[in-house]
Every structure is written in structure tokens, then in C-alpha cells.
């Protein structure tokens, strides 16, 4: 056998001969015993000694500790000291409603190309101002120049430094108010400037796992003291790169580069329910993004292909690139499988691909080629498992 | 007899059939594993090919012939247990056994000594 699989994340990292680059959290990963992979350009911790199936349920159940450090934290500051500004610029490249958004919130949105492709997905918070944009990590150096191209030069970019550390679970509200009480009020997808251990931090309340919990961006010479500081609580175990992918899976949560990218618009993506309304047809400000004609139009025609649940009916995991077909034998394959394993908390395989329209209704039975086989899925409602959101 | 390839398997020789499984070294680079697909009984193997599927939450891994010979039976309780091949991979957790076209090709493989060394 191969074990040169067994290290395998997806999105496959860039191969580059640049050594990779260190997350503030570097050496203490390495104290915890992780396996470290590259990703994305950096030294990320795959798994820590418990494994990915038990830091996986781990964070279901009580809490896990990420670094997502690599992830792009970008600023952008109107010299003016108006956030608004900021606000309108960024509604030229992101179908989403950034000028109705509060301050103190965030919201999920994209980058979308002149086509209507998916350039990155990325979270925006509304700061006074400022705005604070989370790219990911794959994108980050594409995104940054991208709104250094399209955004008036009046208002400054900066790829901020900081560490990016997630707390998410059910446990996580509970063991972040012991360190900072007022993170307790806070509601899903709200954005705090927080002091923790002393250290000035913005925390989302948000996460990339279903459950409830927080992104927390700590200055980098911080982070390791806030993390140790967390994972000194009995409820927080630290959770690799693994399990954050089988997380996001059964929360039926897109990964760029893989169930999302140039090549898919939002709507096909059945990502159409992030487009505020007030940029849909008919709102207040429509269109005006990148590729809007086209994202719009397809809101109202409808998809030709969408992307959707697969349960396999079998035990046998269906990844990422298998070719989906209308039936058991024959045919043309009629789309793929874009992110597909084990889901821990299912105790069953699960997985995410596009299909035409007319297979897309839940029930519909499919099939995917696994090493000469076509093994059976069932179309399923996302997310596998229920959101843990902290909505009220 | 003992021995081990350097794609991480291990075969012990009874007679002229030999059990074959995945090293501790392998099942620990993989992890948690969650789906063990075996050759069937009567199936003819030639050394190299893809005879078994391991797959962990993260990754599928194909496991190779070790040798040439014949599947004579497989291991259903690794199946219904797939982790079970990570926690006891050169006990219990055996995958399929083999009779082998030529027993004495066992000499041209790794013994544990061997082995320990390869997989450092």
C-alpha cells in the first residue's frame, strides 16, 4: 500500500518549492505531537495524537481548538474613517448586502468573476470603520490583489498579521465566557472586539463545522497564550485539518476548490440564498457585482445543474472526483462527487456533487464508479447533521 | 514465518498459505480506519495488483499483492469491523489468506528486523 495517501487533505495543497510558511501556533502543534502536512502554503496540523475520528466527535460533543491561521484576514480602511465607503466599494465585486450591514455583524458572501464563477467565499464584518474580510487561505494572495485592482485607492488594505484561532461546539460559548464574559450575549455571526488574557482580539460568532463557537483573531505574539489558555479547559481538545474537513462535510458546507470555484456560480452551488435582496432583481441595489446578468438570470431560470446531498447506500466512503451516473450500467456520466468520506457522526459515508436539475429532488437514487463499481447514493437534504447555531 | 514488504504489508507462512495484513506502522500512518474492502475467495493474485481497499475518514489506501497465489479466505470479521485492522492489524485485524504460487519467494522479502529498519 501507499501511504503517501494517508497524509492527504483536500484541497491539494499548491506544490511549490517555497518552504512552507509557520502559523503563530507552530511550535505549540508541534508540543501537542500533531502531524503536520502542507497546505495551502503552510505547515498545518493535520491530526493531534487522538486522531481524527475522536477530535471529530470531540467537537460535536463538547469543543475543539483549530488554527486557521492560514486563512487571509484582510482589512480594508477608507481614509475617510467612514466604513460605508468601504462598504459600497466591496459591493462591486460581492453580491451581498454590505452597506445594510450593521455594525458588529458579519455576513457569508463571494467573490464572483465576470462569468458568475465563484473567485473565493469569504466572510465580511461590518467594524466602525472598517471592514474585515476572511478569505481563504488558497485565495488569499489572489483576493488581496484583487481588491487592491478593483477598490478606490482611498481605501487601505492590509493583510492583517494576526492568528486566526477557532473554538467550536457545543461546550464553546460556556468555556470562552470563562475567559471573556461578554463573548456569552453574543449571537451567531456577530463580531466583538474582545480583550482575552489581556490581548485585543475580534471574535465572530461563527465557524466552519455546524456547530456553535467562534473565530477568534488574536495578534500573532498572543495566540499561543490564548490557545493554551483554552485548551487548558477539560472541555477543549485541539483538532486537526482532518476533522475540520469532515466537519464542514456533514455540515454540508462548501469547500472552495472543491465544491466551489471558477467554474460554478452561486446558484448552481446552491449558494443563491447568501445573495441579499437587496441586490436580487428588483432590490434596492441589484446587480452591479461581477458576472451579475448571468447570476441573476440563472436565479430566475433555475439551475441547470445543482449541487447537492449523496448518502451512499453502502459503507464504502465515495470521494471527491468519482463520476456520478442516471443509472446502473451504461450511459455518460451525468456529473461528480466534489467532496465526499467517512462522516463520524453519521457513522456512515456522506458526500457533496453537482447533478442536472431533474436528478436533483431528494430520493433520487444515483450511482458513482468506485474502482470499476457503480456503488448506489440517495440525493439528501444538507447539512447531514443539525446546525448547532446559536441564532436566538 | 514472518515476513513484511516495503509497501507495508505482512505475510506469516503456514504451509504453503500465508496470512496477509497491514504492518502497525501502516495502520498508524492511516489512522482510524472505517471501511476494509477484501479480495473474494477463488480470486487469483498476481504480485503488485490492488488486492484490498483500507479507507480512514481522510483517505482511500489500496493494498497490494504481496506475492502471487490464490485468495482462500478472507477476513469478514475486519469487514464488519474496519477498525479493528487499526487497532490490531497483525492479529485479529488480518485482511485475506493466500496460497502461494511460490512459498519460496517469501525469502526475497523483509523479516522483521528488516522491516524496522525500512520503516523508520
Redesign the interface.
Known amino acids: 500500500m501507499s501511504l503517501q495517501a494517508a497524509g492527504a487533505v483536500s484541497p491539494v495543497a499548491p506544490v511549490s518549492a517555497d518552504p512552507l510558511a509557520q502559523t503563530p501556533l507552530h511550535a505549540l502543534h508541534l508540543r501537542l505531537g500533531a502531524k503536520m502536512v502542507p497546505f495551502a502554503g503552510y505547515a498545518m496540523p493535520l491530526q493531534y495524537p487522538a486522531g481524527l475520528l475522536k477530535e471529530h466527535l470531540h467537537t460535536r460533543a463538547a469543543a475543539g481548538l483549530f488554527d486557521v491561521s492560514h486563512m487571509g484576514q484582510i482589512a480594508l480602511t477608507p481614509r475617510s474613517g467612514d466604513g460605508a465607503e468601504a462598504a459600497r466599494a466591496l459591493e462591486a465585486l460581492i453580491p451581498i448586502d454590505i452597506l445594510g450591514l450593521p455594525e458588529g455583524r458579519q455576513r457569508y458572501g463571494f467573490l464572483t468573476d465576470e462569468a458568475g464563477g465563484i473567485l473565493d467565499d469569504l466572510m465580511v464584518a461590518r467594524l466602525p470603520g472598517r471592514l474585515h474580510v476572511v478569505v481563504n487561505a488558497a485565495n488569499k494572495a489572489a483576493g488581496f490583489a484583487r481588491f487592491r485592482a478593483h477598490l478606490p485607492d482611498d481605501i487601505d488594505m492590509t493583510l492583517v498579521p494576526d492568528a486566526l484561532i477557532a473554538l467550536q461546539g457545543p461546550k464553546a460559548a460556556e468555556v470562552l465566557a470563562r475567559l471573556a464574559p461578554e463573548t456569552e450575549a453574543m449571537r451567531f455571526m456577530d463580531v466583538r472586539a474582545v480583550a482575552i488574557l489581556g490581548a485585543p482580539c475580534l471574535v465572530s460568532r461563527s465557524g466552519y463545522t455546524g456547530e456553535d463557537g467562534f473565530e477568534i483573531s488574536v495578534p500573532a505574539e498572543h495566540a499561543e497564550a490564548v490557545a493554551e489558555a483554552l485548551l487548558a479547559e477539560a472541555e477543549v481538545l485541539p483538532v486537526g485539518l482532518g476533522a475540520r474537513d469532515s466537519l464542514r462535510l456533514e455540515a454540508g458546507l462548501p469547500l472552495h476548490g472543491a465544491d466551489i470555484d471558477p467554474g460554478t456560480n452561486p446558484v448552481e452551488a446552491s449558494l443563491a440564498w447568501a445573495i441579499s435582496p437587496a441586490r436580487r432583481r428588483g432590490g434596492t441595489r441589484e446587480g452591479g457585482f461581477p458576472g451579475a446578468e448571468k447570476i441573476l438570470s440563472a436565479m430566475e431560470a433555475g439551475p441547470s445543474r445543482r449541487r447537492v446531498g449523496l448518502r451512499p447506500e453502502g459503507r464504502a466512503p465515495v470521494r471527491a472526483e468519482a463520476p456520478l451516473f442516471a443509472a446502473e450500467a451504461g450511459g455518460e456520466p451525468v456529473g461528480r462527487v466534489t467532496s465526499g468520506g467517512f462522516g463520524p457522526s453519521v457513522g456512515a459515508p456522506v458526500a457533496m456533487g453537482f447533478l442536472p436539475a431533474a436528478l436533483t429532488a431528494p430520493g433520487t437514487r444515483v450511482f458513482a464508479e468506485v474502482r470499476g463499481q457503480r456503488l448506489p447514493l440517495v440525493v439528501s437534504p444538507l447539512p447531514f447533521v443539525p446546525a448547532g447555531f446559536k441564532r436566538g | 514465518m514472518l515476513r513484511f514488504t516495503d ?3 505482512w505475510l506469516r507462512l503456514d504451509g504453503d498459505v500465508a496470512t496477509v495484513g ?1 504492518t502497525a506502522h ?1 495502520a498508524e ?4 480506519l ?2 476494509v ?1 477484501l479480495p473474494k475467495v477463488g480470486a487469483k493474485l498476481t504480485k503488485g495488483e ?1 488486492a484490498a ?12 499483492a504481496p506475492l502471487s497465489g490464490e485468495v482462500t479466505e478472507v477476513n469478514e470479521a475486519a469487514v464488519a469491523d474496519p477498525a479493528s485492522v487499526g487497532t490490531d492489524p497483525q492479529g485479529g485485524g488480518w485482511l485475506y489468506r493466500l496460497k502461494l504460487d511460490d512459498p519460496s519467494a517469501m525469502d526475497e522479502l523483509m523479516d522483521e528486523a528488516a522491516y524496522a529498519a525500512f520503516a523508520k
Open positions: 509497501e507495508h504489508e497491514i501502516a500512518q492511516l489512522g482510524d472505517v471501511f474492502e490492488a481497499v483500507v479507507e480512514s475518514v481522510k483517505a482511500a489506501s489500496d493494498v497490494y
